[in-house]
């Protein structure tokens, strides 16, 4: 095969990755996620973003919690270096809000220009403008405001510079908390109205979002008595009123729910479906994505499982959605479809592989009325002597086979494909560490994560919240002490699990 030449591959694009809440990330940018070799991320952009590039090498470039402070021209030249190396990489530089405001963005795409690297500007949600909407608090108004200026309270120019915005109605300051007593005092030196209404937004868009409002005179006390830090977006104008009408987002009823801002580890596989993240985050969560198992094809290329379908007469079982998954991407490559499953009568193990089959155009012969193997063995409405085919990974439990053999059924396994161990990269099990709760969905996972134990990190002491009763039980077999089980198998039911998991009932 010949390739390309190797340099062409290089290419940076700078990704403003929004002001927090991971829905305002621009779908151009996501679209570069998905397409990265590398990404470099910040502090402020939401790591739970990295889920578009599961496959991509990250690197954590934010300057707060690194122990050695990286320097802007460290970052520049950390681009470079990485967009070159390798014979040439797709480079995604994500960074928090937009690229170019207060962001030096344009110091990293000055350093491609120079060293001839092709480049890309994604611009992002601005948190100057985002945090105040996400409080409520339009930057501009036909009635109250016609202009408004973002402006940095890390400058030192003071007086002199604000007196230069006068005629501007709203302003609106990043990187101001710390200083915003001497802020506050020198605008209203240099002729703003001390009663003019001013609002602090901390997180904003985010579900630790905080807000205190007072106006410029009081601003300073008002925020420090709530306490509120960095990142913070301050607003001064009278749009800060229209608060009282228009807030939103920090009184809607997801918000400031059990799972607000906590972070919730879905344990799962990278292909899995993340509708139990969607769910969550609904929620308020901080999902974290936590891929420990992944699929591989069955060891013989799905020969056997092939071979054991064909002219098989029975109940075909099918005990996972990857199972389903797995079997239809086989059929694909051996020239088959649906059709191949004509003659079988197609039983799954829970609603959530039934409705795997019915994406595909198939309707379930048999659902057991409470999802698991186990139930599925005893509940199966098979004769005696009639036929089973259980398609699944090399890891299957004798549940099934046991329970169909105690009514003998006959019983067959063919390896459909392979469950293997995957370990979150460093970045994630960091986060794991802060995880209010872990959810499970299979007792592989639970497994693979009490392995995850060590010197300093142990899971076994998370809260966990697990689909069913046969995965608590596998929870409570690997080590786990602090195990809710859903109500019943559904997502919905899985989030409610976690909550009660957050809020420390069992
Ligand atoms: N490029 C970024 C700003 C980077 S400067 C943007 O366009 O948003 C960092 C400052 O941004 C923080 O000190 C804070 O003032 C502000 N900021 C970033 N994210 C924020 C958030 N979610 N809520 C409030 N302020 C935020």
Known sequence: MTQAPTSSRA???????????????????????????????????????????????????????????????QINALIVRTAQEGGGQRVARLKGGDVFVFGRGGEEAEACALAGIGFEIVPGVTSAIAAPAYAGIPVTHRDVARSFAVLTGNTKEGGAHYERLSGVDTLLLLMGVRNL?????????????????????????????????????????VVKDAGLEAPAVTVVGEVVKLREKLRWFDNAPT??????????????????SS???????????????????????????????????????????????????????????????????????????GPSTARSLAERGLRADFVPSTPGARHLGAELPAEAGEATLHLTSQLAEDELQRALEARSIGYMRAELYRTEAAAPDENRLERLKNAAVLTLASGSAARHLARLAD?????????????????????????????????????????????????GES
């Not at 001497?182 to 003019?196: H, M, N």
């Not at 918000?255 to 899995?272: Q, S």
């Not at 099918?318 to 389903?324: F, I, M, P």
């Not at 076994?460 to 198998?489: C, H, I, K, N, S």
Request: hydrophobic share 45%.
């Open 11 to 73: 290419f940076v694009s700078l990704i403003g990755a929004g002001p927090g809440d991971p829905g305002l990330l621009t779908l151009r940018g996501q679209h570069a996620l998905q397409h990265a070799d590398v990404v470099l991320f910040d502090y402020l952009a939401n790591p739970e973003l990295l889920r578009w590039c599961p496959d991509a090498h990250t690197i954590y470039v934010g300057k707060k919690g690194f122990s050695e402070y990286i320097t802007q021209e």
């Open 181 to 221: 007593d001497t802020i506050a005092a020198d605008l209203i030196a240099s002729g703003r109205d001390p009663q003019t209404p001013a609002a602090t937004v901390q997180w904003g868009s985010t579900h630790q979002q905080r807000v205190a409002v007072g106006t410029l005179e009081t601003i300073a006390q």
């Open 255 to 272: 918000f400031g729910g059990p799972l607000a801002g906590k972070t919730v580890a879905v344990t799962r596989t990278r292909d899995g």
């Open 275 to 349: 509708a139990l993240s969607d769910v969550l985050r609904g929620r308020g969560a901080d999902v974290l994505e936590v891929p420990l198992i992944r699929f591989d094809a069955a060891a013989d290329g799905g020969d056997g499982a092939l071979t054991a379908l064909r002219d098989f007469r029975g109940w075909l079982l099918l005990s996972s959605n990857q199972a389903v998954t797995a079997l239809f991407s086989l059929l694909d490559a051996a020239g088959l479809d649906a059709r191949a499953l004509a003659n079988v009568k197609l039983a799954a193990v």
């Open 455 to 503: 010197a300093d990190f142990n899971p076994l002491d998370t809260p966990v919240a697990a689909m069913g009763p046969q995965t608590a039980e596998a929870a409570r077999e690997a080590g786990f002490t602090r195990v809710v089980v859903a109500a019943t198998a559904s997502l919905e039911a899985l989030a409610d699990a976690a909550e009660r998991a957050v809020r």
